[in-house]
């Protein structure tokens, strides 16, 4: 199997003008799987998947590598490491294993959650995670009604709670977290957010470092005056943290058109960004809109079919943009 790996990777992505860039997308790495949270990869599953990039393709810093695309000097098979938003289990989990095998990685972290934070669907997810009955009206909240039979059922209302609140404005999905939680009476101490402290171990680890907003809101959402203070806030505070110069920054949740739009485009050019990162599902390409690149997720539940995903992907191009 590995020796047609090998054979394979020699023809995946082409270097130079028409190579194309693979930016995976991670959020979380948790020490073993949380049933609760299927998208997020454990630790096992993370070691073999950089392994896999170790040896099958060529990591690359995050800025360099944009920097090779732009100027068409791409190496074959080119392959970045991206996580969102700033959770404890990046340093704590994920750096060790990125460590063992030479895997940069860039980390894009919302400061307002630093120090004892928990975002909105880490709460909402907890909350539910607590209720032992086997079923649950919150009908009242207009949030539905629930046969809790399973874990797969259990998962069923997570998904459905989640779904429903997340493209709310930012005060009013606040105040539905806040009714769900008085509704079920559960105590919840779940702080998962890095600590500043933490970001400093990322940098001396040859890490790299960029904007997520401050409170992670969805940009279409909110006005435009607070779409601006979320973007250039959140790269304020992340340099005067790190003491360097913040270049990059992903747009939260991320998807063109829906997400963001080009109004706020521009108010990451103008906040001084070189480069910001979609969740456009394509490779990106040296014609891209260095404003939306494209990233892609990272599953795969075997060795072999996270291979061929990474191989497939490097074949979507013409990501979407606004």
């Avoid at 099958?56 to 080119?78: C, H, M, S, V, W």
């Avoid at 606040?174 to 009714?179: A, F």
């Avoid at 340099?239 to 998807?255: R, S, W």
Wanted: glycine residues 6%; hydrophobic residues 45%.
């Amino acid at each position: 199997m590995r020796a047609l790996v090998r054979a394979m990777s020699a023809v995946v992505s082409s270097r130079g003008v028409s190579a194309r860039l693979l930016i995976l997308l991670y959020h979380r790495v948790h020490s073993v799987a949380d049933p609760l949270r299927p998208d997020d990869v454990d630790a096992t599953t993370f070691d073999w998947q950089m392994e896999l990039l170790a040896r099958y393709f060529t990591p690359l810093t995050l800025d360099n590598a944009i920097e090779l695309l732009r100027q068409g000097k791409l190496p074959a098979n080119a392959v970045c490491v991206t996580f969102d938003d700033g959770y404890v289990d990046n340093v704590e989990v994920a750096l060790p294993i990125l460590q063992r095998w030479a895997v940069p990685a860039t980390f894009f972290l919302t400061t307002g959650f630093f120090d004892h934070g928990c975002m909105w669907n880490d709460r909402v997810i907890e909350l539910l995670k607590k209720v032992d009955t086997p079923k649950l009206s919150l009908s009242n909240l207009g949030l539905g009604e629930y046969e809790i039979t399973s874990m797969d059922a259990r998962l069923q209302m997570v998904n459905s709670v989640l779904r429903q609140l997340k493209h709310l404005p930012l005060e009013e999905r606040d105040y539905q977290v806040q009714r769900l939680e008085n509704e079920l009476n559960v105590d919840v101490s779940y702080f998962p957010m890095m600590r500043k402290e933490q970001v400093s171990v990322l940098i001396r680890a040859g890490m790299g470092v960029g904007a997520h907003t401050v409170n992670h809101p969805i940009l279409s959402k909110v006005s435009l005056d607070e779409a601006r203070q979320e973007i250039e806030s959140g790269k304020q505070q992340l340099e005067a943290l790190t003491e360097k110069e913040v270049t990059l920054f992903a747009y939260p949740n991320g998807a063109p058109g829906r997400d963001y739009g080009a109004e706020h485009v521009d108010l990451v050019k103008a906040a001084g960004f070189d480069a910001a990162f979609s969740t456009a599902w394509a490779a990106a390409q040296h014609t891209n809109d260095f404003m939306q690149i494209p990233r892609v997720g990272s599953w795969g539940d075997t060795w072999f079919r996270f291979y061929l995903r990474l191989v497939r992907n490097y074949r979507i191009g013409n990501a979407e943009r606004v």
